[in-house]
T-cell receptor, first 113, second 111 residues
């Protein structure tokens, strides 16, 4: 079975720009969640999609938005980038409620300058 | 949402057992206890999870206290490849049961 694939692996953007990160979920998984991990910190939950509907959101502003597609792949969009958005962005896929665990990708390292 | 408390760091000798503690005194009756680990420059990796009974798999064992307010992840024989940050996690019950990470325990394994 294939794991979770994220693209791109690294990205540099300028403050104020917009960025789209992509995630292909593991085969058979219908839930995708996104996390932001700052250096030296644990991942922070951004939002989660189950069968194309957002079913949970963490404490992130509306400029963080996402989509889940019929094949259960997903996008994370961030508008009006700020310097503090520099982080590792992780995508995880699972069955509903994390049954049998979440599979994480290796992440996208975003640097905002 | 309930939170977990873990030591910031622990150290172990190679080939010895490691017991990683976790406190979750505000856990609710339906919360699963999850353990993930993260190696440098990688995404978190599933280790084990359980609800009430102790659990074993090829990677580790999870011992859950009878009152469920604490748990212990047991690595039976630590190897150098087990050096990682270990996270004890409860679910975000109001957010689709996504994972509520804390800061984790950084495990150092010495030869």
């Amino acid at each position: 079975e294939t794991g979770v694939t994220q693209s791109p692996t690294h990205l540099i953007k300028t403050r104020g720009q917009q960025v789209t990160l992509r995630c292909s979920s593991q085969s058979g998984h219908n839930t995708v969640s996104w996390y932001q991990q700052a250096l030296g910190q644990g991942p922070q939950f951004i939002f989660q999609y189950y069968r194309e509907e957002e079913n949970g959101r963490g404490n992130f502003p509306p400029r963080f938005s996402g989509l889940q597609f019929p094949n259960y792949s997903s996008e994370l969009n961030v508008n009006a980038l700020e310097l503090d958005d520099s982080a590792l962005y992780l995508c995880a896929s699972s069955l509903w409620r994390g049954a049998a665990g979440y599979t994480f990708g290796s992440g996208t390292r975003l640097t905002v300058v | 949402d309930a939170k977990t408390t873990q030591p910031n760091s622990m150290e172990s000798n190679e080939e010895e057992p490691v017991h990683l503690p976790c406190n979750h005194s505000t856990i609710s009756g339906t919360d699963y206890i999850h353990w993930y680990r993260q190696l440098p420059s990688q995404g978190p990796e599933y280790v084990i999870h359980g609800l009430t009974s102790n659990v074993n798999n090829r990677m580790a064992s999870l011992a859950i206290a009878e009152d469920r307010k604490s748990s212990t992840l047991i690595l039976h024989r630590a190897t150098l490849r087990d050096a990682a940050v270990y996270y004890c996690i409860l679910s975000l019950t109001n957010s689709g049961y996504a994972l509520n990470f804390g800061k984790g325990t950084s495990l150092l394994v010495t030869p």
